[in-house]
């Protein structure tokens, strides 16, 4: 069975603020992807990032950056000077070695809210 | 190349009802999966169509079911509807089956069962 685990429910920063969204996540898989999503008040998910298990590389995209550790399970979600159009629900998933992004196991989100 | 569409995007049925929720899944696009997502959790995954054969079922009862198109679009139909149906579902769609292809999601239908 996997699960996926964001432990802050909700998280209120001020624009400039850095912010790092947790995620820790049980396989019993060996070879196993790793998702961020985000979903802004419209509903759909907004894929940000994907990471196989394994590269363990830290990844930057701009104001984003991905922390991967495989030791304590984590693939962590920092933002860099926060700003207002950041406010969402981010979602972490996982995805087993034995199928496809489809059929995702998903955390119960984050919701963060950067204020002006 | 549009995305991925659903309609409707509201609805509102009584418990015991039936419901039928459509996807267009985006051009070229062959693989087209289901999520139910309750108020404040995650998407659960419901079942996944791959050249209209169901190719992979989450943790739903049978009256969960679905079909896809020759065109790929699909219908989720939900049948004897109960409170606990209510939720935002979201549909996806994907190139094919390989891990690497990545999934498009529509922005789903809000779906209140009274």
């Known amino acids: 069975a996997q699960k996926v685990t964001q432990a802050q429910t909700e998280i209120s920063v001020v624009e400039k603020e850095d912010v790092t969204l947790d995620c820790v996540y049980e396989t019993r898989d060996t070879t196993y992807y790793l998702f961020w999503y985000k979903q802004p008040p419209s509903g759909e998910l907004v894929f940000l990032i994907r990471?196989?298990?394994?590269?363990?590389q830290n990844e930057i995209s701009g104001r984003y950056s991905w922390n991967f550790q495989k030791s304590t399970s984590s693939f962590n979600f920092t933002i860099t000077a926060s700003q207002v159009v950041d406010s969402a629900v981010y979602f972490c998933a996982l995805s087993a070695s034995n199928t496809n992004a489809g059929k995702s196991t998903f955390g119960d989100g984050t919701t963060l809210t950067v204020k002006p | 190349e549009t995305g991925v569409t659903q309609s409707p995007t509201h609805l509102i049925k009584t418990r015991g009802q039936q419901v039928t929720l459509r996807c267009s899944s985006q051009?070229?696009?062959?693989?087209v999966s289901w999520y139910q997502q309750a108020l404040g959790q995650g998407p659960q995954f419901i079942f996944q169509y791959y050249r209209e054969e169901e190719n992979g079922r989450g943790n739903f009862p049978p009256r969960f079911s679905g079909l896809q198109f020759p065109n790929y679009s699909s219908e989720l139909n939900v049948n004897a509807l109960e409170l606990d149906d209510s939720a935002l579902y979201l549909c996806?769609?994907?190139?094919?089956?390989?891990?690497?292809?990545?999934?498009?999601f529509g922005s789903g239908t809000r779906l209140t069962v009274v």
């Open positions: 990471r196989n298990s394994f590269d363990e």
């Open positions: 996806a769609s994907s190139l094919g089956q390989l891990r690497e292809y990545g999934y498009t």
């Open positions: 051009s070229g696009h062959n693989t």
